[in-house]
């Protein structure tokens, strides 16, 4: 019924509340709309953090009942985000059994990576690219004088593993969108490389498959400089080091990045550096 919604409205606003302000004040609310309509009508919440008026806590909430629209991802700071994520529950990919992946490098970066989704190798340490492809990725940023610590903040579509490192759903991915969106808005980055095609299609309106349109530059209307490129799984799956191969153009990539983070004011460049293999 409309009275049930707009019950259910309310304790969903006020369970994320809890994260943010007076936990007592609130918990008798809920207590309150738990008595005006079944429990089966209102979001869960797990693994509740104990009440305290300084600074945020962490949460959990049942994505049976409660999807990211009825979250606020409005943190204050980075830290706050990443301590919400590692303590997300009954997300869409939890079942698969990974365990939740952030982030690796630097959340002051201006040049930030998006991929796909942890692999096994990222999965049992919790950081994103760290596996072979990983090693790739920091072995071509180190060719044009990027450290993968302190010049890149790498993080990837979905927060879990996919099991057995099948390509994530479209749902998976729309569920974990709003964290995305929360890292880009905290971190701020100038630069953006989307890493493989699904991270292309999911923030470009790009009908051409990647192979077509790695290397180039898009503006989306945030300010930002967008670019495709090759997923370095991609490359390990085509490792040949000849003129047009993947390999080869992502090296051309990985330099015009590189200019375009110099042409901002960002970096520094010896002028007789290039990548090389």
């Not at 007076?22 to 209102?42: G, K, Q, W």
């Not at 959340?107 to 190798?121: D, H, M, R, T, W």
């Not at 072979?132 to 990027?146: C, F, K, P, T, Y």
């Not at 930002?224 to 390990?236: A, E, I, Q």
Request: proline share 6%.
């Amino acid at each position: 019924s409309t009275s049930s919604h707009h019950l259910h409205m309310q304790a969903a606003r006020l369970q994320t509340a809890l994260v943010f302000k007076n936990c007592e004040r609130i918990r008798a609310r809920l207590s309150f709309l738990s008595c005006c309509a079944p429990t089966s009508t209102l979001p869960s919440v797990t693994n509740r953090a104990s009440c305290s008026t300084t600074g945020r806590k962490r949460y959990t909430v049942s994505a049976s009942s409660l999807t990211p629209r009825d979250l606020s991802f409005d943190f204050e700071s980075h830290a706050d985000l990443v301590r919400a994520l590692q303590a997300l529950q009954d997300d869409p990919l939890q079942r698969d059994g990974g365990r939740i992946v952030t982030f690796r490098g630097n959340p002051q970066s201006k040049l930030f990576i998006i991929g796909e989704g942890p692999g096994a190798e990222e999965d049992r340490l919790g950081i994103p690219f760290v596996g072979e492809s990983g090693q790739l990725l920091d072995r071509i940023l180190a060719s044009v004088q990027l450290d993968s610590e302190s010049d890149v903040y790498v993080t990837n579509l979905v927060k879990r593993r996919p099991l057995n490192n099948r390509d994530p759903t479209a749902d998976e991915i729309h569920y974990y969108r709003p964290w995305l969106e929360a890292e880009l808005r905290l971190v701020n980055p100038h630069v953006v490389v989307l890493a493989g095609r699904h991270a292309m299609k999911s923030f470009l309106n790009e009908k051409q498959g990647i192979t077509k349109v790695h290397g180039q530059w898009y503006d989306i209307g945030d300010g930002r400089w967008w670019m495709p490129v090759f997923h370095p799984s991609y490359l390990l799956r085509n490792p040949q080091w000849k003129p047009g191969a993947p390999k080869a153009l992502m090296w051309q990539d990985a330099n015009a990045i590189k200019d375009k983070l110099l042409d901002l004011g960002h970096g520094h460049s010896d002028p007789s550096f290039r990548a090389t293999r």
